[in-house]
């Protein structure tokens, strides 16, 4: 199968011929129709996330349908349409996964991380923790749910029920947030890159009451901001952004450092928290809701060998929305 391929962080992806996997007991193997390119793959291949297992293939927004089915799996069928997530595997045992926080287990492995992903032709996957999808979404359109979707959904939980809703950073993650905030009757306050004005009218086009320049106050101050841009700075003027008892969420699994800053932005009972991974049930409650809002993504497609310019157009913000690598059989 075709399969991209990080050798070296730092480098580009390289394009290669490997054997297609065979699916172990519990596992299906997936004909990959599409798989989004999240912020998280641009922090593996440029070696800011470490743990990655190398040579690897990366991609954890995966959708396809089932090609093979490996020793006792019951939940799906050939040829039945599936999401694959970021998390791949964890081990049930420790005390993270017995306190339903399996996001947290110490033994978790990640697709397209610690796993190989999805920026193949085929992949394979744990049955435990796939999805179905919803038939509503074609192949691109439900890729980037798997991760800026589930991600942005559990962000949008530990945000709280406040109904003024700040969003820095306003990609991928946040146009699915936009949504769903706005399903549940909040407003929306969109901070981009200063000058991004494109990114900025997405915003509104999606239903934000207010969108300017990540340095700039809101009109009004807010009850809980997200942040998914990996900026450390945004987290004082997030903070600042913020009314008494307010929540500032870092949404993103890498990000610069935060610079210091008067603990009087933080006192009133501010919080500042981060989110790490998804638990299957943010997985399956986000999947359930999504076609109810509906949610719908603003896709830029790319064939699977492009991989390199996605991540580059990424990397530059020249993405609006998600980026979607699909391979030929794929439905865009
Ligand atoms: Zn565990
Ligand atoms: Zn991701």
């Known amino acids: 199968m075709l399969a991209m391929v990080v050798d070296n962080p730092g480098k580009p992806l390289r394009k290669v011929e490997v054997p297609t996997p065979r699916p172990g007991p519990g596992q299906l193997l997936i004909q990959v129709h599409a798989c989004a390119v999240c912020r998280t793959d641009l922090h593996i291949v440029d070696g800011e996330l470490t743990q990655a297992k190398l040579p690897l293939i990366p991609g954890h927004e995966i959708v396809g349908t089932v090609a093979k089915l490996g020793h006792g799996v019951s939940q799906f069928k050939i040829g039945e349409r599936v999401g694959v997530p970021w998390l791949g595997w964890t081990c049930g045992s420790c005390s993270y996964c017995q306190s339903s926080q399996e996001n947290l287990c110490d033994h978790a492995r990640f697709t397209g991380y610690t796993l190989a992903g999805g920026y193949a032709e085929y992949t394979v996957a744990d049955q435990r923790f796939c999805f179905p999808i919803a038939d509503s979404y074609s192949d691109a359109e439900a890729a ?186 794929a439905k865009i």
């Open 144 to 329: 980037p749910l798997l991760c800026a979707g589930l991600i942005g959904y559990r962000s949008l939980v530990k945000a709280g029920n406040g109904k003024r809703l700040g969003i820095y950073g306003f990609g991928a993650a946040a146009h699915i947030v936009a949504q769903v905030a706005k399903y549940q009757q909040r407003e929306i306050y969109a901070f981009t890159r200063p000058g991004d004005n494109q990114a900025q009218q997405f915003a509104m086009s999606l239903g934000a009451t207010w969108a300017g320049d990540s340095s700039e106050s809101p009109p009004h101050k807010l009850d809980a901001a997200i942040i998914f841009a990996p900026a450390g700075e945004l987290v004082p003027q997030a903070l600042k952004a913020v009314s008494k008892g307010g929540t500032v969420v870092c949404g993103g699994i890498h990000m610069s450092d935060i610079p210091s800053f008067p603990y009087s932005i933080l006192w009133e009972e501010r919080t500042i928290t981060s989110v790490a991974n998804l638990t299957r049930s943010d997985g399956a409650e986000f999947m359930a809701l999504a076609p109810k809002v509906p949610v719908r993504c603003e896709v830029e497609t790319f064939p699977l060998a492009a991989a390199n310019d996605a991540l580059h157009r990424l990397r530059s913000g020249k993405i609006k929305g998600a980026a979607v690598l699909m391979s030929s059989v």
